[in-house]
């Protein structure tokens, strides 16, 4: 177990009381207030399954922060956590609601799922306004970070098939559970040991049978798909259309529509049909599942499972033969060949 200078454990004879190792936290005018007050609760309503035992948590330093939430490292249970404190803004009360039903949605979607590509989710804890889930840690930090330390078109294909066959494997693990992630982007993949990468964020998730237009959504503009920038109705395909861009950076090692603003960026892709430009060295193989991936029709984007053995497919050819990017070539368009004469269309037509 490593040490941590700035844990301290949230316990006091026996007895849980909210005093928090945050300098900088505990000096901030914020929300913080009801964490650090002397005997806070922050118990699962009704002893709930997910509920922290904050006896058992030592919390840590700051190391990421969004709108309403706060992301900690520490420790839950003797093993290393990651810890997304989360608050409700007291100004708004509308928001306080929509902030509260995205926390219980998230803990009920992550309660259930076990994949190894799926972030792990450990406990919960609850006493509005601030609610706080706490997930297994992931020392290797983001995918956006670490593509970010690369230098451009630099990821060796070999490692961009095997982050890729784990973002799509844990995808296809969701879908089948009939969660929509609506939010893949490389900042929510994280890299445990292994360079194996795990989905996580599920903030704004919701099972497919409860999504409705995307009409007041919030999501990341660079990587949402055409019809949920417009706040059309949407399905399982809005994470097919993430997963091409994420596709895109593992070639690339850039950040998509980099010269634009995420408004620009939305416009472009909404009313122009615009795309991230893939560069003239993007294997074909990845270029062609690529374009699939991000079609403006959604009926047009392959599921999660079809992706998955695309990509094995590709990984099985690339280790029988290192040349299999360079030498490859599609296979005719199924559409193609249902219009030619059968004696043809059984033949293997030249390349």
Known sequence: MKNFNCFKQIVNNGRSERRLSLGEYNRAVSWSKYLVAPGAE????????????????????????????????????????????????????????????????????????????????????????????????????????????????????????????DIARGMQYLHSQGVLHRDL????????????????????????????????????????????????HHTKKVDVYSFGIVLWELITALTPFENMTPEQAAFAVSQRNARPPLPPTC??????????????DPNERPPFNEIVSIMESYAESFEQDPEFFSSYKPPPDPTILKCLPKCIAGRRLPS
């Open 42 to 165: 922050i118990k699962g309503e009704g002893e709930e399954e997910w509920s922290a035992d904050m006896s058992q948590l030592f919390i840590g330093c700051k190391f990421a922060s969004g709108r309403h939430s706060r992301i900690y490292r520490g420790i839950y249970k003797q093993i290393d956590v990651a810890i997304k404190l989360i608050s409700q803004p007291e100004e708004d009360e509308s928001l306080a609601a929509t902030v509260e039903q995205q926390f219980t949605c998230e803990v009920a979607l992550l309660f259930p799922l076990k994949h190894p590509n799926i972030i792990t989710f450990v406990a919960a804890c609850k006493k509005p306004p601030v609610f706080c889930i706490i997930t297994e840690y992931l020392a290797g930090g983001s995918l956006k970070k670490y593509l970010h330390q690369q230098e451009p078109h630099s990821v060796p294909l070999n490692l961009v098939l095997k982050l890729a066959l």
């Open 185 to 232: 982007k490389s900042e929510n993949l994280l890299l445990g040991e292994d360079m194996c990468v795990k989905v996580a964020d599920f903030g704004i998730s919701c099972l497919e049978s409860q999504c409705g237009s995307a009409k007041g959504f919030t999501g990341t503009y660079r990587w949402m798909a055409p019809e949920m920038i417009k706040e059309k």
């Open 283 to 296: 294997p074909m193989a990845f270029s062609r599942l690529i374009n699939r991936c991000w079609s403006s």
